[in-house]
């Protein structure tokens, strides 16, 4: 899902990188390594959440996504929506503090 959250929002979210990158997903194509988009040094919010906001629009990969639990080494016990535990640590701006991810049930 993706939609328009802001009055200043430009009018076509095409060409934005979140739009195509959600048209990939959306047809079926997996995600592998890294997504500078949910860089977690660059782009915390997205990394952790799944919700990428780009020139007043919002795109929700969460019902793509799966919901783990990400255990850091200085930051204690965390929440992250990724398609997988590899592109967890991919995205993850120091990865050798990740000491255990384990996979949430629905």
């Given at each position: 899902m993706y939609y328009k959250?802001?009055?200043t929002a430009i009018e076509n979210p095409?060409?934005?990188?979140?739009?195509e990158l959600y048209k990939r997903v959306e047809a079926g194509e997996e995600l592998k390594g890294e997504q500078p988009l949910f860089s977690e040094l660059w782009h915390y919010e997205a990394y952790r959440t799944g919700i990428i906001?780009?020139?007043g629009w919002l795109f929700d990969f969460r019902p793509f996504f799966k919901l783990y639990l990400v255990k850091f080494k200085h930051y204690g016990w965390m929440e992250v929506y990724a398609p997988n535990k590899g592109f967890i640590r991919a995205n993850a701006s120091t990865p050798s503090h990740i000491l255990k991810i384990v996979?949430?049930?629905e």
């Open positions: 959250f802001s009055s095409e060409g934005l990188s979140a739009y906001k780009q020139s996979e949430v049930p």
